[in-house]
C-alpha cells in the first residue's frame, strides 16, 4: 500500500499568513494526487487534483505543486473560512489511501 | 444541482448487518464509478471501495480491512448506490460517505462530489 504522511499535523497561523502544508508519499505516485478540504461536520470538498489543477470555484489563494514523492499545498493568504483540516489523496493503486490529514487554526 | 444523499444509517450490534444506501440527483450515476469513504469518529477518512461502470461490469475493489464483509452494489435505473455492511464490528464505526468519481482515467479519478454523510455506531 502507498503510504501518504502530511506534515505538520497541526498548524497555527495568523491572518494573511502564507502556509504550506506538505504531503509525502511512500513511493513514486508522479502527480497522481488530489487535495481536500474538510470543515468540522461536513464532507470533504476538492480543492486541487493533478497535484496542481485547482479545483472550479476554489480560490486563487490555494496552488499545489509537487511530483514524485513530494507535495505541497499552499495558501497564500490565510483567511477565516480556511480554517479546516486538509488531506492528500493518492490516485494510482488501490487501495486508494489518504494522509493524516492537517489541521489549520487561525490565530 | 447535482447532490448525493445517503441514507441507511444507524446504530447496530457488533456481528449485525446493514445496507447504506447512496442516492443521486442532478446528473446520471450511471456514467460514472462510485465510491466509498468512511471516517471514524475524530478520524481521518480511509478509503472504502470502489464500483465501477457497466462497461467496466461493475466490477468492485475493496480495502483490505473491508474485503469479505461488505459489498458494494449499483441501481443505475434508480441512480442509486450501495453498501451492505455485514460481520460488523466496532471499528466499523464511521461516519459513511458516498464519493462520485470524476473520471475512469486513474490520473483523474479523484472525488469531486460527496454526499453528507451517515453515522454507523457499532455497538452493544
Known amino acids: 500500500d502507498i503510504q501518504l504522511t502530511q506534515s505538520p499535523s497541526f498548524l497555527s497561523a495568523s491572518l494573511r499568513d502564507r502556509v504550506t502544508l506538505t504531503c509525502r508519499a511512500s513511493q513514486d505516485i508522479r502527480t497522481s494526487l488530489a487535495w481536500y478540504q474538510q470543515k468540522p461536520g461536513k464532507a470533504p470538498d476538492l480543492l486541487m487534483y493533478a497535484a496542481s489543477t485547482l479545483q472550479s470555484g476554489v480560490p486563487s489563494r490555494f496552488s499545489g505543486s509537487g511530483s514524485g514523492t513530494e507535495f505541497t499545498l499552499t495558501i497564500s493568504s490565510l483567511q477565516p473560512e480556511d480554517s479546516a483540516t486538509y488531506y492528500c489523496?493518492?490516485?494510482?493503486?488501490?487501495?486508494?489511501?489518504f494522509g493524516g490529514g492537517t489541521k489549520v487554526e487561525i490565530k | 444541482e447535482e447532490q448525493l444523499v445517503e441514507s441507511g444509517g444507524g446504530l447496530v450490534q457488533p456481528g449485525g448487518s446493514l445496507r447504506l444506501s447512496c442516492t443521486g440527483s442532478g446528473f446520471n450515476l450511471r456514467d460514472h464509478y462510485m465510491d466509498w469513504v468512511r471516517q471514524a469518529p475524530g478520524k481521518g477518512l480511509e478509503w472504502v471501495g470502489r464500483i465501477r461502470d457497466k462497461g467496466n461490469a461493475y466490477t468492485t475493489e475493496y480495502a483490505a480491512s473491508v474485503r469479505g464483509r461488505f459489498t458494494i452494489s449499483r441501481d443505475d435505473s434508480k441512480n442509486s448506490l450501495f453498501l451492505q455492511m455485514d460481520s460488523l464490528k466496532t471499528e466499523d464505526t464511521a461516519v459513511y460517505y458516498c464519493?462520485?468519481?470524476?473520471?475512469?482515467?486513474?490520473?483523474?479519478?479523484?472525488?469531486?462530489?460527496w454526499g453528507p454523510g451517515t453515522l454507523v455506531p457499532v455497538s452493544s
Open positions: 489523496q493518492q490516485l494510482v493503486s488501490y487501495p486508494l489511501t
Open positions: 464519493a462520485r468519481v470524476y473520471s475512469s482515467a486513474w490520473t483523474r479519478s479523484f472525488f469531486d462530489l
